[in-house]
């Protein structure tokens, strides 16, 4: 055991549960999209804490309302509630389709409120037996033990003991295979309408649209995870708004705090009142300093200047990584959409994502995985044009390591 004070990635493997595997280095300092570490080495972040740090780090608005509030009032519980969860609320379904929220601390947690109001709806309306619950292959929900069984990576789910039952998958892009296996007896489909973690793949639109169909004519819900795609990662507020088909309910997390930990469950009226007093709930969920930052970040993202903003920067990133790849022959396709993009390895480099990921960070530059062979990019959204220039620079030098 070490015993001195000295905080270095040692300590880490000495005091922390190893589920995670940390690179060697330790940041302690951002501003913007630059990140610099104890040695004082600097990164460009094109990784944005998973794509949550969507105004980069320490945005003076952020500071501002975290400072304001902390000077105020930082938490009730739920016996109370509080001026910034409720001007927070009214901004989302001001916004969306949604008439009600539901405030969480994270992305599972926003899920799980999901699937549980989706149970009690169908319970309360049809009975007990119309509890399916279907989802896709690849998918990803979270790390509660509901929420990763109705995630499509058995990897993530299997080793706890039972799992909750009634929960399928189909895949992702295949409405034949989904309609084969719906009947009155579903309660709900969830579906990411770009999936992130499962390798950055896009739905096809008509797709998503026969989803919508399917659950209109079975009495089914669809619940769309947007804690990935949401908060302008797309380049609209939340992906569903781009592709014409509006869920029934919708969870938001990462971005929407910007860098504090909270989530959101909406969904319409209807559908909220069947979650009455006492049948849900959470100790932080609506906590003023978090929805006093989220109403930050709110108002900065949700403005044209934003929005047209990722799609600019989404083109640049295409064009110069395609650039790099025509020198370097290394990707197969370069997809995403708006600022979740992703990068896929050819055969020859086929489950090597985390080399170009370490080798990026070594010349300085954050990138992520989504899954072996895709390489992932989810900046901050108001990234500067020279950091982008410069962060894929550094990248296109690790590429040429790798693969020159
Ligand atoms: C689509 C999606 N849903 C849910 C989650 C889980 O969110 P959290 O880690 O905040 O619980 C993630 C996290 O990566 C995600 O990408």
């Known amino acids: 055991m070490t015993t001195t004070n000295k905080v270095d990635r040692a300590l880490f493997d ?189 739905p096809d639109v008509d797709f998503v649209k026969g989803v919508r169909a399917l659950c209109d004519k079975y009495n089914a819900l669809l619940i769309f995870d947007e804690v990935q795609t949401g908060f302008g990662r797309t380049g609209s507020l939340y992906a569903y708004q781009q592709l014409g088909v ?5 969870s938001t997390a990462k971005a929407l705090g910007g860098g504090f930990p909270i989530g959101a469950m909406l969904t319409t009226t209807e559908i909220a009142q069947h979650l009455k007093p006492g049948t849900h709930g959470s100790t932080y969920g609506g906590n003023p300093l978090a929805c006093a930052v989220a109403e930050a970040v709110f108002d900065v993202v949700n403005t044209n200047d934003v929005l047209e903003g990722v799609k600019k920067r989404e083109q640049l990133f295409k064009d110069a990584l395609q650039k790099i790849n025509d020198k370097y022959n290394v990707f197969k396709d370069i997809r995403g959409k ?8 050819t055969e020859q480099f086929e489950g090597k994502a985390r080399d170009f990921l370490n080798a990026a960070a070594d010349e ?21 044009e020279q950091d982008i220039v410069e962060g894929l620079a550094r990248f296109e030098r690790a590429v040429a390591k790798l693969a020159g």
Not at 246 to 250: G, M, N, T
Not at 338 to 345: H, I, P, Q, R, W
């Open 14 to 202: 000495d005091v922390m549960v190893p589920n995670y595997n940390p690179a060697k280095m330790i940041p302690v300092k951002g501003e913007g999209s630059r990140v610099w570490d104890q040695e004082g080495k600097e990164y460009v972040d094109f990784a944005g804490g998973i794509a949550v740090n969507c105004l980069g780090h320490c945005h003076p608005a952020m500071v501002k309302a975290l400072t304001e509030q902390g000077n105020k009032l930082w938490h009730l519980s739920n016996v109370f509630t509080n001026e910034p969860a409720i001007r927070l609320a009214k901004k989302l379904t001001d916004a969306t389709f949604a008439e009600r929220v539901y405030f969480a601390n994270s992305g599972a947690e926003a899920n799980e409120a999901a699937l549980k109001l989706a149970r009690r709806w169908a319970l309360d309306k049809f009975g007990p037996d119309k509890n399916q619950i279907i989802a896709f292959n690849k998918g990803f929900h979270g790390r509660t033990f509901f929420t990763v069984t109705v995630g499509g990576q058995p990897a993530y789910s299997e080793g706890f003991g039972p799992k909750p039952g009634a929960v399928e998958h189909v895949d992702y892009n295949d409405l034949a295979a989904l309609e084969k296996l719906m009947s009155e007896q579903t309660c709900a489909v969830m579906m990411e309408p770009l999936q992130g973690e499962g390798g950055v793949i896009s």
């Open 246 to 250: 509006a869920p029934d309910i919708l």
């Open 338 to 345: 708006g600022l979740l993009l992703g990068a896929e390895l």
């Open 364 to 384: 300085g530059t954050m990138v992520l995985v989504a899954g072996p062979s895709v390489i992932r990019f989810t900046p901050s959204l108001i990234i500067p």
